[in-house]
Antibody, heavy 120, light 107 residues
Framework: QVQLVESGGGVVQPGGSLRLSCAAS????????MHWVRQAPGKGLEWVAF????????QYADAVKGRFTISRDNSKNTLFLQMNSLRTEDTAVYYC?????????????WGQGTLVTVSS | DIQMTQSPSSLSASIGDRVTITCRAS??????LNWYQQKPGKAPKLLIS???SLQSGVPSRFSGSGSGTDFTLTINSLQPEDFATYYC?????????FGQGTKLEIK
């Protein structure tokens, strides 16, 4: 069965950096695009970033463009999100999600999420 | 960016009721509309893709309809496990925006 397990969350000061990981299993990771979606405490869902199955195409929400970088290692079935210049408004649970239906994707499997708290 | 607006924001209903949640897009998105269910402390779960395609394993009491700018999620004969927050999401263009959510509560 499909499993997505995020890690790397924690508490970081404004301006700091954090790298999230998402370990995938139960499907051919290298054949699917992947997304990061976040949810601020008590708020709704916000799409953050997408990376194509081959890793050569990525897209970002304006709120994180230039600060976050999505990447993947298909040999290790792992997705990453490098987050730099973090702001208090980046505080959220970050979910990785498997993509289906390219180029009009939906998110058919989600991880359990990892909490990122940006605070001084 | 395409804005997604759900109504109502919250809804109280009883076991066995039929409920409808509406999602409106700020521009036409054809049928590129998906619905998710989220329970407290859990990840969202995909219910319906492409406006009306029920995902495998999702009970048939859930259904979706619509195209263009107006979409609905209908739940027939509410069950206890259906009380959750529901989100619509457009996959027509980046950024892939979500509605603000509809919280379905027990009356």
């Amino acid at each position: 069965q499909v499993q997505l397990v995020e890690s790397g969350g924690g508490v970081v000061q404004p301006g700091g950096s954090l790298r999230l990981s998402c370990a995938a299993s139960g499907f051919t990771f290298s054949s699917y695009g992947m997304h990061w979606v976040r949810q601020a405490p008590g708020k709704g869902l916000e799409w953050v970033a997408f990376i194509a199955y081959h890793g050569s195409n990525d897209q970002y929400a304006d709120a994180v463009k230039g600060r976050f970088t999505i990447s993947r290692d298909n040999s290790k079935n792992t997705l990453f999100l490098q987050m730099n210049s973090l702001r208090t408004e980046d505080t959220a649970v970050y979910y990785c999600a498997k993509s289906r239906g390219y180029p009009t994707p939906y998110f058919d499997y989600w991880g359990q999420g990892t909490l990122v708290t940006v605070s001084s | 960016d395409i804005q997604m607006t759900q109504s109502p924001s919250s809804l109280s209903a009883s076991i066995g009721d039929r409920v409808t949640i509406t999602c409106r897009a700020s521009q036409s998105i054809s049928s590129y509309l998906n619905w998710y269910q989220q329970k407290p402390g859990k990840a969202p779960k995909l219910l319906i893709s492409a406006a009306s395609s029920l995902q495998s394993g999702v009970p048939s009491r859930f259904s979706g309809s619509g195209s263009g700018t107006d979409f609905t999620l209908t739940i027939n004969s509410l069950q206890p496990e259906d009380f959750a927050t529901y989100y619509c999401q457009q996959s027509y263009s980046i950024p892939y925006t979500f509605g603000q959510g509809t919280k379905l509560e027990i009356k």
